[in-house]
């Protein structure tokens, strides 16, 4: 699976939008966006995937850069629960189903 | 639904012992992982077990061993004990074992070797 990079920590005020950048400039075509976050004490989950077109859910959204070697996650209104580690994955649609995880972004989020 | 669940919590062994982890997916699901995160090294990918045979293995020695069973619940063993073995071992598991399913996480085991 291709690498992905993204800055080591971000900070955000509540109730602010974020946007969480992650590089990838190897990936190919095959290869979707994934990102779990995993919040202090406990294991990760998912927050949202992607291929080509931008994804919207409950939880955020996914903005996938035209040449897709970028891709953001955007927290709309981010609140204390967000602040967590957000893991930014590419998986290959011909790949087994474990995850390869890196460093992630630790996000913090001040009141 | 009931969510991921792993027995025990926590663990305190001693060197040189083994142990024993468990882990019982959301029901339904067939692909079960599980990884080891430690604060250097991160989250690394053990291994993988879909419908009771591995798919998938990590960079770790063979100490290290699982198994699925016919209700997919899945057991993970660590032989002969390192202080390096310390660590959360979280077990994730996904309906099958393709790139788009997601994966559910359980709380995780902490084990500590002493």
């Known amino acids: 699976d291709a690498k992905t990079t993204q800055p080591n920590s971000m900070e955000s005020n509540e109730e602010e939008p974020v946007h969480l950048p992650c590089n990838h400039s190897?990936?190919?075509?095959?290869?979707?966006i994934h990102w779990y976050r995993q919040l202090p004490s406990q294991g990760p989950e998912y927050v949202i995937h992607?291929?080509?077109s931008n994804v919207n859910n409950r939880m955020a959204s996914l903005a996938i850069a035209e040449d897709r070697k970028s891709s953001t996650l955007i927290l709309h209104r981010a609140t204390l629960r967000d602040a967590a580690v957000y893991y930014c994955i590419l998986r290959d649609v011909g790949s087994q189903g474990n995850l390869i995880f890196g460093k992630g972004t630790k996000l913090s989020v001040k009141p | 639904k009931a969510g991921v669940t792993q027995t025990p919590r926590y663990l305190i062994k001693t060197r040189g012992q083994q142990v024993t982890l468990s882990c019982s997916p959301i029901s339904g699901h067939r692909s079960v992982s599980w990884y080891q995160q430690t604060p250097g090294q991160g989250l690394q990918f053990l291994f993988e077990?879909?419908?009771?045979?591995?798919?998938n293995k990590g960079n770790f020695p063979g100490r290290f061993s699982g198994r699925q069973f016919s209700n997919s619940r899945s057991e993970m063993n660590v032989s002969t004990l390192e202080l390096g073995d310390s660590a959360l071992y979280l077990c994730?598991?996904?309906?099958?074992?393709?790139?788009?399913?997601?994966?559910?996480f359980g709380p995780g085991t902490r084990l500590t070797v002493l």
């Open positions: 190897t990936i190919s075509g095959t290869d979707y």
């Open positions: 992607g291929l080509t």
């Open positions: 077990y879909f419908s009771e045979t591995q798919r």
């Open positions: 994730a598991s996904s309906k099958d074992s393709r790139a788009t399913d997601t994966q559910y």
